[in-house]
């Protein structure tokens, strides 16, 4: 049913068709919706046979998460930004347990300073943590590929985040299709788990494990993520044929046939670019978008064809690791090795600043022209930059720096005296 909602109640009434057991969650913007929806759901038996546990923060939800995992419970939990590097500990414990949790992350920047807007700094830092990272578009998207994501988390045993761009999606209305508890029973059968603590066979789960085994448990994690890449376009075919509509995959391509240059990005942002490229289209430009649906695992053979046609690609990402560079750029070059194609990193919509339209044209236009430095933050205000930089170089203390520049930019107010 068609459903003019906010992203977050179209997640949770989503989630709630998958027949969740235990849901454990700590409020933290932008996923409180989500979870607040969930809870109203159990609290008025909308959503039977569920436990909603309150906990007294984020590590103690993933823990409570993997403790009902692992004792046969279909579990689910959500979190952002500082939550998640919070439960970092339980984070990897749920991979390397084998735990098939699934987990809503609402992308928010990470301090300090604080900033409570989107940016995919907080997946990006879990990134090696062991857990599949599915990304939404859109809202129809993030409905639907938690609904994939139950299915796929265990039947590979893994837990799965499925991310999307916080208060962008999280907090914006559109219409979302909700389907029917008939729909959603029919894809995604009964919890089986691999693995179950109970009191009639006993047995351990995590327990220590020394050098003579510890490589070989590593690589079986490894192994299953290249299980996920077999069977992720292998779900997302099922759903589009069970559901009518072509939702989640590992990558995502428009207008490629015959473009010289690729965009490739993830999450919201790929709706703005899509526009963009339009645009650069009716001007005569030979440009197509690939988007990623599956950062991790990643596939890089499915890249590395899309993009063997072209002159050159473009990386637009809300994330980058300091003193080296772009994160998913890294990846995409991994996928690219051995061709002879320029890569261009685009650093963008840090904390929140928009992406408009009009940087994006001159952006791509550059990059057309090869004129691109490998490494470029959209609209980056240089003279803040420098006025900093020089600053620092004229007065030893000279104070915080998010400080100073608020200051200058008349955001706060002047130090007296």
């Known amino acids: 049913m068609l459903k003019q909602c906010e992203g977050s109640h179209a997640v949770a009434a989503t989630v709630a068709l998958c027949r969740p057991e235990v849901i454990c969650a700590y409020p933290i913007s932008p996923q409180t919706h989500i979870v607040e929806g969930l809870s109203e759901m159990v609290r008025d038996g909308t959503l039977p046979g569920c436990e909603f546990i309150n906990v007294e923060s984020e590590f103690a939800a993933l823990s409570v998460a993997i403790g009902s995992s692992a004792a046969g419970a279909r579990s689910y939990t959500a979190t952002a930004s500082q939550g998640l590097l919070y439960m970092a500990e339980a984070v990897w414990n749920a991979s390397g347990l084998g735990l098939p949790i699934v987990m809503t992350l609402a992308n928010r920047a990470i301090g300090a300073p604080i900033n409570i807007w989107n940016d995919h700094t907080d997946s990006m830092s879990m990134r090696d943590a062991g857990w599949i990272q599915l990304f939404a578009e859109n809202n129809q998207e993030a409905a639907d590929l938690h609904i994939q994501a139950f299915r796929l988390a265990e039947e590979v045993s893994l837990p799965i985040m499925v991310c999307m761009d916080g208060f962008i999606l999280t907090h914006a209305y559109e219409g979302v299709d909700i389907p029917t508890q008939e729909q959603v029973d029919a894809y ?12 009639r066979d006993p047995v351990s789960i995590g327990a220590m494990v020394g050098p003579e085994a510890f490589t070989e448990v590593r690589y079986l994690a490894h192994a299953k993520q290249m299980q996920a890449l077999e069977l992720i376009p292998q779900l997302a075919a099922e759903f589009q044929q069970q559901f009518g509509r072509d939702s989640g995959g590992l990558i995502r391509q428009y207008r490629m046939e015959d473009a010289d240059t690729v965009v490739i990005a993830l999450g919201s942002v790929l709706g703005t670019i899509k526009d963009t490229i339009d645009d650069l289209r009716d001007e005569g430009n030979k440009i197509g978008v690939l988007g990623i649906t599956s950062f991790r695992p990643f596939p890089l053979t499915e890249i590395r064809d899309a993009v063997s046609h072209v ?6 990402e809300k994330c980058f690791a300091v003193g080296i560079g772009g994160i998913v750029s890294r990846d995409v070059r991994s ?5 002879p194609q320029p890569l261009y990193c685009v650093v963008a919509g840090l904390g929140g600043r928009a992406i408009t339209k009009d940087s994006l044209h001159q952006l791509f236009m550059e990059a057309i022209e090869d004129k691109l430095e490998p490494l470029t933050f959209l609209d980056l205000d240089w003279n803040a930059v420098n006025r900093e930089l020089e600053r620092e170089r004229l007065t030893r203390r000279s104070g915080p720096i998010a400080e100073n520049l608020l200051r200058d930019l008349g955001v706060v107010a002047a130090r007296v005296g």
Not at 335 to 339: L, W
């Open 188 to 199: 995604l059968p009964p919890y089986e788990p691999r693995q179950v603590l109970d009191p």
């Open 311 to 316: 002159r050159r690609v473009v990386v637009v």
């Open 335 to 339: 996928a690219m090795r051995n061709r």
